[in-house]
C-alpha cells in the first residue's frame, strides 16, 4: 500500500514524462482511463521507507473540456485519488506556461508547482525568486533541473512533508474575474453554492461556463440554481479571450517583481532561419527524415541480422530432430514455422528499436516541430495538422514503428485517422518484394514506371482513404488547425531515450510474438504434405480450386497465396512465391527469404514462365496495397484502443487491395 | 488601426486587441498565450505555411486561416 499517491500535471513539452520516468524507472503501468481512448500512465517509485503511486495525466495545453484527454485529466483530478497534484511549468517559458496553474487554481486539491528546465532559464539570463512566488502561491515552489541529482533530492524531501494544507491561493484571480466580468460574475458565483461544487471552487466554474465548456454544465447540473446560473453566463461573449486575460492577469502578478530578466531577443536562430525557411527548411526535413531512416535502420541492424540468421538454424536443427524420430510434421511445426516467426518478430523489433531511438532524438532535441511546421500543408489536405507527419515518416521503415508514433497526436480521431492512411506508406520490405518482382518482369525502366504508378496511386489512395474515414473518425470539432510550440533546441536526455526504446522494443516483441507464432504454425500446416511435394498440401487444393474467382484480381493461386502469406510479414510473400513456383516446402522457403536471396535463376525461370506480364503487374499492385502485417496490425490496436475501428480499415485495405489489382490487371490486359 | 493578424508582414510587432472565432478555438488559442492585450512579433508567413509568431518568451506556429481570426492592432 502506497503512502501516497501524486499525479503530474503539465503542457507538452514541460519535462513532465521525463521526470516521470526517472522517478519510476521500470515500475510503470500502461492502461486505459475506463471509457476512454487515452493512454493511462501510472507507477510506482520509493525513496527511504515511503512509497509512492504516481500517475503521469495526458500533456494538454489547458484543463478546458476541448478533447477526451483533458476531459481524463480534470476527471482524475476530481475524483480525490490524488493526494497531491505536482503542476509542472516550463521556467524559460515561465509566464505562457504557467496557464496550466491558473487553468488549476479553484480546484479544491493540495497542489505544488515545478519550476523545470532551471539551467535553460539561467542561460537566458533569467533569475526567479522561486520562494517569493511561492509565497504569493501558498504552496511549495521548487526549482528544477532535470539533469541534476540536487533536484530530485530537494522533491524527495518536499514529499516526506505533509501537503493537506496546500492549497493555492486563488484569492488575486477571483478579483481578476470580479473586475472583467462585473456583476455577470458576483451574481453567478452568489448563485452557486459557497464552497462550490466538489473540488470546484465557484470562481472555477464560473470561469469554465463563460469558456462555454459543456462539461461544466454537467458539473452544476445538480446545483437549484442551475437555470439561472447558465442564462447568466449564456449573455456572456468572448469568454475564453477575456478569462484568458484574467488568467495572465494573474501570472504576471504572481510573477512580477520576483523574475529578472534580461530582454530576450526574439529573432530565430541561424539554424531557426534555415530549418523554418520555405524551400531550405523543405530540403533540411526531408534531408534529415531520410537521414534518421537510414540511422534507425543502422543502430536496429544487430537484431535484424540476428533475426535474419535464425532460419539458418531450421535445416541442421530439423535434420537432428528426425535423427531423434520426432514426427515430420512436428518438426515442420517449430523448425520452419515457429522459427520463422521468432525470426521476423526479433527482425521488426531491431528497426523498432532504432527508429524510437531516432526519431525520439530529434523529438528530444527539439527539431520535430519544425518537421511538423514544415509538413502541415500536405497533412492538411489529408484532414489532419503538421504533427501527423511523424506515423508517416516512421513508416517509410515499418509500419508498427508508425503506429506507435502516432501517440504524438492529441486527439484519438485523428490518431486512428493518421494511422489508417500511414498504412498505405509501404515498408522497407515491401520495398524489397516490389522492386524485385517488378525488375524481373519489367527490367529496370519497366521497375521504374512500375513505382512512379505505384506512387501515384498510393496519392490517390491516401485521399480516397481521408475522404472515406475522415467523417466518421474526426468531428467537426476536432478538426483544428495546426496550434504548436516550436520549443528551444534541447540537448538529448541520452537514457531516457534508450530506455524508452527499449520499453517499446519490449512492448512490440510481446504483441506481436504469439500472433505471428500462431499465423505461421497454421500457414506450416496448411502447406505440409506428407509426400513432399506441394500438389498434396491443403494450401494448394484449396488454392487451385478458387483460383477462377482469384483471376478476377489478376492473381494466380501462387500469387495469391504469396498476397495473404504477406499479412504474415511482408517478407514473407517472397518466401511463398518462391516455394509456390519451385514446389518446394513454402514453409522454409518463407524463412529463409528473410536471410538469403532468392535462388533467382530457378524461380525466375518458373515464375515467368508461369505469370503473363499483366498478372505479374497486379500482383505488385496487390501486395503493395495490401493491408500492414499482423505485427502492425496488433500495434494498430494496441494504439487505437479499438480493435473495431483496426479491423475496420483491414478490411477496407484488403477490399482497396483487390480493386486496384482488379483495374490494373484488366487495364494491363488491354495494352499487352 | 485594426488589422488582422493574417495581414501583418515579418517583423512586424503588436498587440492582440480580440480574439474571434468559435469558442473551442478561442479556449485552444488563449491556452497558448495568444490573450487579448498580449504583445507578439510576426517571425514567418510564407503561403502554404502556418505562420510563425513570437509571443510570451514563446515561439509558436499558428494555421493561417486561425490567423485571419485574431485582430491586432500596431504597438
Same mark, same amino acid.
Given at each position: 500500500?502506497?503512502?501516497?499517491?501524486?499525479?503530474?500535471?503539465?503542457?507538452?513539452?514541460?519535462?513532465?514524462?521525463?521526470?516521470?520516468?526517472?522517478?519510476?524507472?521500470?515500475?510503470?503501468?500502461?492502461?486505459?482511463?475506463?471509457?476512454?481512448?487515452?493512454?493511462?500512465?501510472?507507477?510506482?517509485?520509493?525513496?527511504?521507507?515511503?512509497?509512492?503511486?504516481?500517475?503521469?495525466?495526458?500533456?494538454?495545453?489547458?484543463?478546458?473540456?476541448?478533447?477526451?484527454?483533458?476531459?481524463?485529466?480534470?476527471?482524475?483530478?476530481?475524483?480525490?485519488?490524488?493526494?497531491?497534484?505536482?503542476?509542472?511549468?516550463?521556467?524559460?517559458?515561465?509566464?505562457?506556461?504557467?496557464?496550466?496553474?491558473?487553468?488549476?487554481?479553484?480546484?479544491?486539491?493540495?497542489?505544488?508547482?515545478?519550476?523545470?528546465?532551471?539551467?535553460?532559464?539561467?542561460?537566458?539570463?533569467?533569475?526567479?525568486?522561486?520562494?517569493?512566488?511561492?509565497?504569493?502561491?501558498?504552496?511549495?515552489?521548487?526549482?528544477?533541473?532535470?539533469?541534476?541529482?540536487?533536484?530530485?533530492?530537494?522533491?524527495?524531501?518536499?514529499?516526506?512533508?505533509?501537503?493537506?494544507?496546500?492549497?493555492?491561493?486563488?484569492?488575486?484571480?477571483?478579483?481578476?474575474?470580479?473586475?472583467?466580468?462585473?456583476?455577470?460574475?458576483?451574481?453567478?458565483?452568489?448563485?452557486?453554492?459557497?464552497?462550490?461544487?466538489?473540488?470546484?471552487?465557484?470562481?472555477?466554474?464560473?470561469?469554465?461556463?463563460?469558456?462555454?465548456?459543456?462539461?461544466?454544465?454537467?458539473?452544476?447540473?445538480?446545483?437549484?440554481?442551475?437555470?439561472?446560473?447558465?442564462?447568466?453566463?449564456?449573455?456572456?461573449?468572448?469568454?475564453?479571450?477575456?478569462?484568458?486575460?484574467?488568467?495572465?492577469?494573474?501570472?504576471?502578478?504572481?510573477?512580477?517583481?520576483?523574475?529578472?530578466?534580461?530582454?530576450?531577443?526574439?529573432?530565430?536562430?541561424?539554424?531557426?532561419?534555415?530549418?523554418?525557411?520555405?524551400?531550405?527548411?523543405?530540403?533540411?526535413?526531408?534531408?534529415?527524415?531520410?537521414?534518421?531512416?537510414?540511422?534507425?535502420?543502422?543502430?536496429?541492424?544487430?537484431?535484424?541480422?540476428?533475426?535474419?540468421?535464425?532460419?539458418?538454424?531450421?535445416?541442421?536443427?530439423?535434420?537432428?530432430?528426425?535423427?531423434?524420430?520426432?514426427?515430420?510434421?512436428?518438426?515442420?511445426?517449430?523448425?520452419?514455422?515457429?522459427?520463422?516467426?521468432?525470426?521476423?518478430?526479433?527482425?521488426?523489433?531491431?528497426?523498432?528499436?532504432?527508429?524510437?531511438?531516432?526519431?525520439?532524438?530529434?523529438?528530444?532535441?527539439?527539431?520535430?516541430?519544425?518537421?511538423?511546421?514544415?509538413?502541415?500543408?500536405?497533412?492538411?489536405?489529408?484532414?489532419?495538422?503538421?504533427?501527423?507527419?511523424?506515423?508517416?515518416?516512421?513508416?517509410?521503415?515499418?509500419?508498427?514503428?508508425?503506429?506507435?508514433?502516432?501517440?504524438?497526436?492529441?486527439?484519438?480521431?485523428?490518431?486512428?485517422?493518421?494511422?489508417?492512411?500511414?498504412?498505405?506508406?509501404?515498408?522497407?520490405?515491401?520495398?524489397?518484394?516490389?522492386?524485385?518482382?517488378?525488375?524481373?518482369?519489367?527490367?529496370?525502366?519497366?521497375?521504374?514506371?512500375?513505382?512512379?504508378?505505384?506512387?501515384?496511386?498510393?496519392?490517390?489512395?491516401?485521399?480516397?482513404?481521408?475522404?472515406?474515414?475522415?467523417?466518421?473518425?474526426?468531428?467537426?470539432?476536432?478538426?483544428?488547425?495546426?496550434?504548436?510550440?516550436?520549443?528551444?533546441?534541447?540537448?538529448?536526455?541520452?537514457?531516457?531515450?534508450?530506455?524508452?526504446?527499449?520499453?517499446?522494443?519490449? =512492448?512490440?516483441?510481446?504483441? *506481436? %510474438? +504469439?500472433?505471428?507464432?500462431?499465423? #505461421?504454425? @497454421?500457414?506450416?500446416?496448411?502447406?505440409? /504434405? !506428407?509426400?513432399?511435394?506441394?500438389?498434396?498440401?491443403?494450401?494448394?487444393?484449396?488454392?487451385?480450386?478458387?483460383?477462377?474467382?482469384?483471376?478476377?484480381?489478376?492473381?494466380?493461386?501462387?500469387?495469391?497465396?504469396?498476397?495473404?502469406?504477406?499479412?504474415?510479414?511482408? =517478407?514473407?510473400?517472397?518466401? *511463398? %512465391? +518462391?516455394?509456390?513456383?519451385?514446389? #518446394?516446402? @513454402?514453409?522454409?522457403?518463407?524463412?529463409? /527469404? !528473410?536471410?538469403?536471396?532468392?535462388?533467382?535463376?530457378?524461380?525466375?525461370?518458373?515464375?515467368?514462365?508461369?505469370?503473363?506480364?499483366?498478372?505479374?503487374?497486379?500482383?505488385?499492385?496487390?501486395?503493395?496495397?495490401?493491408?500492414?502485417?499482423?505485427?502492425?496490425?496488433?500495434?494498430?490496436?494496441?494504439?487505437?484502443?479499438?480493435?473495431?475501428?483496426?479491423?475496420?480499415?483491414?478490411?477496407?485495405?484488403?477490399?482497396? /487491395?483487390?480493386?486496384?489489382?482488379?483495374?490494373?490487371?484488366?487495364?494491363?490486359?488491354?495494352?499487352? | 488601426?485594426?488589422?488582422?493578424?493574417?495581414?501583418?508582414?515579418?517583423?512586424?510587432?503588436?498587440?492582440?486587441?480580440?480574439?474571434?472565432?468559435?469558442?473551442?478555438?478561442?479556449?485552444?488559442?488563449?491556452?497558448?498565450?495568444?490573450?487579448?492585450?498580449?504583445?507578439?512579433?510576426?517571425?514567418?508567413?510564407?503561403?502554404?505555411?502556418?505562420?510563425?509568431?513570437?509571443?510570451?518568451?514563446?515561439?509558436?506556429?499558428?494555421?493561417?486561416?486561425?490567423?485571419?481570426?485574431?485582430?491586432?492592432?500596431?504597438?
Amino acid at each position: 500500500m502506497a503512502d501516497m499517491s501524486i499525479a503530474l500535471l503539465g503542457q507538452p513539452n514541460s519535462g513532465k514524462s521525463t521526470l516521470y520516468n526517472r522517478l519510476t524507472g521500470s515500475h510503470q503501468h500502461v492502461g486505459n482511463w475506463p471509457g476512454k481512448t487515452v493512454e493511462k500512465n501510472e507507477g510506482t517509485f520509493t525513496h527511504g521507507s515511503h512509497t509512492y503511486n504516481i500517475t503521469d495525466l495526458p500533456g494538454t495545453y489547458s484543463l478546458a473540456a476541448n478533447s477526451d484527454e483533458e476531459i481524463v485529466t480534470r476527471d482524475f483530478i476530481a475524483s480525490g485519488s490524488a493526494d497531491l497534484i505536482i503542476i509542472m511549468s516550463d521556467a524559460s517559458q515561465l509566464e505562457r506556461s504557467l496557464f496550466m496553474l491558473a487553468d488549476y487554481a479553484g480546484i479544491n486539491v493540495p497542489c505544488m508547482l515545478i519550476l523545470n528546465m532551471m539551467d535553460v532559464s539561467k542561460e537566458m539570463g533569467r533569475q526567479i525568486d522561486t520562494d517569493k512566488i511561492s509565497k504569493r502561491l501558498g504552496i511549495p515552489v521548487l526549482p528544477f533541473t532535470a539533469s541534476d541529482k540536487n533536484s530530485y533530492e530537494a522533491l524527495y524531501d518536499i514529499l516526506e512533508k505533509d501537503c493537506s494544507s496546500w492549497h493555492l491561493d486563488a484569492g488575486g484571480l477571483e478579483q481578476a474575474y470580479a473586475d472583467a466580468f462585473g456583476s455577470t460574475y458576483s451574481k453567478a458565483v452568489s448563485l452557486m453554492p459557497e464552497g462550490g461544487i466538489g473540488v470546484y471552487s465557484p470562481a472555477w466554474l464560473f470561469s469554465k461556463l463563460a469558456e462555454g465548456d459543456e462539461v461544466a454544465k454537467n458539473i452544476i447540473g445538480g446545483c437549484e440554481n442551475k437555470d439561472e446560473i447558465i442564462k447568466i453566463v449564456s449573455g456572456i461573449e468572448n469568454g475564453a479571450p477575456r478569462t484568458g486575460n484574467c488568467k495572465f492577469t494573474w501570472i504576471e502578478s504572481i510573477i512580477g517583481g520576483a523574475v529578472t530578466e534580461k530582454k530576450g531577443s526574439s529573432a530565430l536562430s541561424k539554424f531557426d532561419r534555415l530549418a523554418t525557411s520555405k524551400v531550405g527548411g523543405t530540403i533540411l526535413a526531408v534531408a534529415i527524415a531520410l537521414g534518421a531512416f537510414i540511422g534507425s535502420v543502422i543502430l536496429g541492424y544487430p537484431l535484424m541480422a540476428l533475426g535474419g540468421a535464425l532460419p539458418a538454424l531450421g535445416q541442421p536443427l530439423a535434420e537432428k530432430l528426425l535423427e531423434e524420430g520426432a514426427h515430420p510434421l512436428l518438426v515442420s511445426i517449430l523448425c520452419e514455422g515457429i522459427l520463422t516467426a521468432v525470426a521476423f518478430t526479433i527482425m521488426m523489433c531491431g528497426y523498432i528499436f532504432g527508429a524510437t531511438f531516432v526519431f525520439g532524438l530529434i523529438e528530444d532535441v527539439g527539431y520535430m516541430a519544425r518537421i511538423s511546421y514544415i509538413f502541415d500543408g500536405a497533412m492538411k489536405k489529408l484532414g489532419l495538422h503538421g504533427k501527423a507527419v511523424m506515423p508517416f515518416l516512421v513508416s517509410f521503415g515499418c509500419n508498427i514503428g508508425g503506429a506507435t508514433s502516432s501517440r504524438v497526436l492529441d486527439n484519438w480521431g485523428q490518431r486512428v485517422m493518421a494511422i489508417a492512411l500511414s498504412w498505405v506508406v509501404p515498408c522497407a520490405s515491401t520495398w524489397g518484394v516490389v522492386g524485385l518482382i517488378a525488375t524481373l518482369f519489367f527490367g529496370p525502366a519497366g521497375a521504374a514506371l512500375t513505382i512512379l504508378g505505384l506512387l501515384a496511386v498510393s496519392v490517390l489512395h491516401l485521399i480516397i482513404t481521408s475522404k472515406v474515414f475522415g467523417k466518421s473518425l474526426i468531428k467537426e470539432s476536432d478538426r483544428t488547425g495546426l496550434i504548436m510550440e516550436l520549443p528551444p533546441y534541447h540537448k538529448p536526455k541520452w537514457g531516457s531515450l534508450l530506455s524508452l526504446s527499449l520499453t517499446r522494443m519490449a =512492448e512490440a516483441f510481446k504483441r *506481436a %510474438i +504469439a500472433i505471428v507464432t500462431i499465423v #505461421s504454425v @497454421v500457414i506450416c500446416l496448411l502447406s505440409y /504434405s !506428407s509426400t513432399g511435394n506441394i500438389h498434396d498440401s491443403i494450401i494448394y487444393k484449396a488454392g487451385s480450386a478458387i483460383e477462377p474467382v482469384t483471376l478476377f484480381f489478376g492473381l494466380r493461386w501462387q500469387t495469391f497465396t504469396a498476397w495473404i502469406a504477406s499479412w504474415m510479414g511482408k =517478407e514473407g510473400s517472397l518466401g *511463398a %512465391i +518462391a516455394a509456390l513456383f519451385n514446389e #518446394s516446402s @513454402v514453409m522454409t522457403a518463407i524463412a529463409q /527469404s !528473410s536471410s538469403a536471396p532468392l535462388d533467382n535463376n530457378i524461380v525466375s525461370a518458373a515464375l515467368s514462365a508461369t505469370l503473363s506480364k499483366p498478372e505479374a503487374l497486379a500482383f505488385v499492385f496487390a501486395f503493395y496495397f495490401n493491408m500492414p502485417c499482423l505485427m502492425a496490425l496488433s500495434a494498430s490496436v494496441h494504439e487505437t484502443h479499438s480493435l473495431k475501428w483496426t479491423l475496420k480499415i483491414a478490411g477496407y485495405y484488403v477490399c482497396m /487491395s483487390l480493386l486496384i489489382s482488379c483495374i490494373v490487371y484488366h487495364l494491363a490486359l488491354l495494352i499487352w | 488601426m485594426i488589422m488582422k493578424l493574417s495581414d501583418i508582414k515579418p517583423g512586424g510587432k503588436g498587440r492582440i486587441t480580440a480574439v474571434t472565432g468559435d469558442a473551442a478555438f478561442q479556449r485552444r488559442i488563449t491556452a497558448v498565450g495568444m490573450t487579448p492585450g498580449s504583445t507578439f512579433e510576426v517571425i514567418r508567413r510564407e503561403k502554404g505555411f502556418p505562420m510563425l509568431i513570437s509571443i510570451r518568451n514563446t515561439l509558436l506556429a499558428v494555421n493561417s486561416e486561425d490567423c485571419k481570426q485574431i485582430e491586432t492592432e500596431a504597438e
